[in-house]
Nanobody, 117 residues
Framework: QVRLVESGGGLVQAGGSLRLSCGAP???????????MGWYRQASGNERELVAM??????NYADSVKGRFTISRDNNKKMVLLQMNDLRPEDTAVYYC?????????WGKGTLVTVSS
């Protein structure tokens, strides 16, 4: 497995923005090499759900975040980013980074995002 470390969570007012980062120390994250990277979230009392994912040929978003969230990779290919704009209270959750590589799945420990109304 690959060790993943998320950062960037915090408290923000509704309508605000946050950018989450997911790092994988010691490795390059590359959809061209077959990596599939994703962001998931889990609100209290709910199941973990997909927020956004990117693979070599496709990028997908949950309907609830389309037009507001963007998944990308930094220029050094060492971080996966999730830009979150126009945040809503219902976006409050722990956000997890996920990496699928060569049939193996790795998860980060999560970063908490809290959106106040």
């Amino acid at each position: 497995q690959v060790r993943l470390v998320e950062s960037g969570g915090g408290l923000v007012q509704a309508g605000g923005s946050l950018r989450l980062s997911c790092g994988a120390p010691g490795t390059i994250l590359s959809t061209f090499r077959g990596d599939t990277m994703g962001w998931y979230r889990q609100a209290s009392g709910n199941e973990r759900e997909l927020v956004a994912m990117a693979s070599r040929d496709t990028t997908n978003y949950a309907d609830s975040v389309k037009g507001r969230f963007t998944i990308s990779r930094d220029n050094n290919k060492k971080m996966v980013l999730l830009q979150m704009n126009d945040l809503r209270p219902e976006d409050t959750a722990v956000y997890y980074c996920k990496l699928d590589r060569y049939g193996m799945t790795s998860w980060g420990k999560g970063t908490l995002v809290t959106v106040s109304s």
